[in-house]
C-alpha cells in the first residue's frame, strides 16, 4: 500500500539528471539510520524515493515523509515482502530500480556507479560487491562471510557462473526486473534476483563498493543467531527451489554470451 503523503513529490522530476531512476529502501524500524541515508541520495537528482516500511514500530514512515519519500506499507514480515511492496509503488517514468538497505552500511554516494553501465546499454542488473580489501573491520560477520561464499559456490557449481557476492545495493532494468518474476518474500531475494537473472540470460555486471559497520542499532540478521540461521535457510531453500523448477544452465543473451561482469579474484 502506497502512502504519499508530502504535498510536491520526493523531487521536482522536470531538474534532476536521472527522473528515470528510483530507489527502493526495504526498512524495519530504521529511523535513526534512514534520514542520513535519503540526505545523501539527494544530490542523485533521482525520479523518486521508496522506503519500503515492513511493519516499522518506529518512525520509519515519518522519517521517510519528512524527506518527501514515497512510504509503501508491508505489515508483513520479510525482506522480499518488502521490496515487492516497493516494486508495487513505482511511477510510470521509472525505467531504472536501485535496491538500496536503510542501514547505512552501503554508501549512497556510489549509487551512479550502478546505473552508468545500465544507462550506458552494457548491463542489464549490476551488483554491488563487497570484497574484502573494500569492508571496513567488523562490517560483515564471519557467518555473514562463510554464508555468502557457500552461496556463491553453489550457483557457480549449479548454474557455472561466478557471482562473488550477494550484496544488497544493486540496480536493474524495470523492465528485466519484471521478467525475472520474482516470488520470494523473506531472505532468499537476492539470491533469487542473482540465479533468475542467469536463467533470463540478463548482462550481469559486478562493481566493487564500499562496505561498513551500521553506524546505529543493531541487524536484523546478523546482529542474532536466529537471524542469521533464518537467513542462511532461506537463501538455500531458494537456492534449491531454483535448482528443481530449472533451467539448470545459464541462458544465453541477446549478444550470444552467457552472462558476465567483474568479479574481483580470490576469496574472503
Known amino acids: 500500500m502506497l502512502d504519499s503523503t508530502a504535498e ?65 506499507t508491508e505489515p508483513r514480515p520479510g525482506y522480499g515482502a518488502a521490496c515487492r511492496a516497493g516494486i508495487a509503488a513505482l511511477a510510470s517514468r521509472v525505467e531504472i530500480v536501485v535496491f538500496l538497505d536503510a542501514d547505512l552500511a552501503d554508501d549512497p554516494g556510489r549509487l551512479p556507479e550502478l546505473v552508468d553501465p545500465i544507462d550506458a546499454g552494457g548491463a542489464d542488473l549490476v551488483i554491488g560487491v563487497r570484497p574484502r580489501e573494500l569492508r571496513e573491520a567488523g562490517a560483515m560477520t564471519p557467518p555473514q562471510v562463510i ?8 550457483i557457480r557449481v549449479l548454474w557455472g557462473h561466478r557471482y562473488t557476492d550477494l ?78 523448477a530449472g533451467p539448470r544452465r545459464p541462458r544465453r543473451n541477446a549478444e550470444g554470451r552467457p552472462p558476465g561482469g567483474w568479479g574481483p579474484k580470490g576469496g574472503d
Open 147 to 154: 554464508g555468502n561464499r557457500l552461496a556463491t559456490d553453489l
Open 167 to 244: 550484496g544488497p545495493f544493486r540496480a536493474i532494468r524495470r523492465d528485466a526486473l519484471e521478467g525475472l518474476r520474482m516470488t520470494d518474500r523473506r531472505f532468499g531475494w537476492t539470491v533469487e534476483m542473482q540465479i533468475r537473472a542467469l536463467q533470463e540470460g540478463l548482462r550481469v555486471v559486478e562493481v566493487p563498493v564500499p562496505y561498513r559497520p551500521r553506524p546505529r542499532g543493531r541487524s536484523k540478521i546478523s546482529g542474532t543467531v536466529r537471524g542469521v540461521l533464518r537467513a542462511a535457510a532461506s537463501i538455500l531453500y531458494t537456492i534449491g527451489r531454483l535448482w528443481w
Open 8 to 72: 510536491e513529490p520526493w523531487i521536482d522530476v522536470r531538474r534532476v539528471a536521472r527522473p528515470h531512476v528510483a530507489v527502493v529502501i526495504p526498512a524495519r524500524d530504521e529511523a535513526e539510520s534512514l534520514g542520513d541515508v535519503l540526505r545523501q541520495l539527494e544530490p542523485h537528482g533521482l525520479g523518486q524515493v521508496i522506503v519500503a516500511d515492513n511493519g516499522s514500530s518506529d518512525d520509519t514512515a515519518g522519517v521517510a515523509r519528512t524527506h518527501r519519500a514515497d512510504v509503501a
